[in-house]
Antibody
């Protein structure tokens, strides 16, 4: 069974870049599959961030597109996100997840990491 | 963006009774040629990641108890817990993945 684990700095200063990795085990990221990111501000609901395909193709939330970069590294069996110019509004638990669906739309998220709380504060 | 509106925001149900959560989308989630609704339901316990329980509006995920069922099509969807158990206390979210993905605001289910 696939397992995912987020890793990265837990505290980021305003205007800096938030960087997170998602380490995958039990599945090869370079298999034909999409991988996703979702975030959840403390006490609030879920917000989709984006998906990345094993080829490096991405779908990104338009509200984050100007600040977001996603990548995938098959040699490390991981995928990553970088969110630039962060503010307090980017404080959230960030989840990575395996994503599945078909060509008719986007993807549901069937296996999730435990999440990583990232706080933006000086 | 497709707006997902869940109701109620919170729900208190007696053990063994039925819980019903509604989710309404601002646009149809039914793909005309694939004849599938691009809607999922997740269960989230405190301090835990969401857990997928229903995909394609009505397909129960493997290992999910049979008391959970999803129904609906187009713009109106329902998650039903036929006989509430203590372990079902959680927040439930609907999620459309037909176009730029969005989530409902969540419904908190508690024991009455």
């Amino acid at each position: 069974q696939v397992r995912l684990q987020e890793s990265g700095p837990r505290l980021v200063k305003p205007s800096d870049t938030l960087s997170l990795n998602c380490d995958v085990s039990g599945y090869v990221v370079s298999s034909q599959n999409w991988w996703g990111w979702v975030r959840q501000p403390p006490g609030k609901g879920l917000e989709w961030i984006g998906y990345i395909y094993y080829t490096g193709a991405t779908h990104v939330n338009p509200s984050l597109q100007s600040r977001l970069t996603m990548s995938i590294d098959p040699s490390k069996n991981q995928f990553s996100l970088k969110l630039r110019s962060v503010t307090a509004f980017d404080t959230a638990v960030y989840y990575c997840a395996q994503s599945r669906g078909d060509s008719g739309g986007y993807y549901y998220l069937d296996f999730w990491g435990q999440g990583s709380l990232v706080v933006v504060s000086s | 963006d497709i707006v997902m509106t869940q109701s109620p925001e919170s729900l208190a149900v007696s053990l063994g009774e039925k819980a019903t959560i509604n989710c309404k989308s601002s646009q149809s989630l039914l793909h005309p040629s694939k004849n599938k609704n691009y809607l999922a339901w997740y269960q989230q316990n405190p301090g835990q990641p969401p857990k997928l329980i229903i995909k394609w509006a009505s397909t129960r995920e493997s290992g999910v108890p049979g008391r959970f069922s999803g129904s609906g099509s187009g713009t109106d969807f329902t998650l039903t817990i036929s006989s509430l158990q203590a372990e079902d206390v959680a927040v439930y979210y609907c999620h459309q993945y037909y176009s730029t993905p969005t989530f409902g605001g969540g419904t908190k289910v508690e024991i009455k």
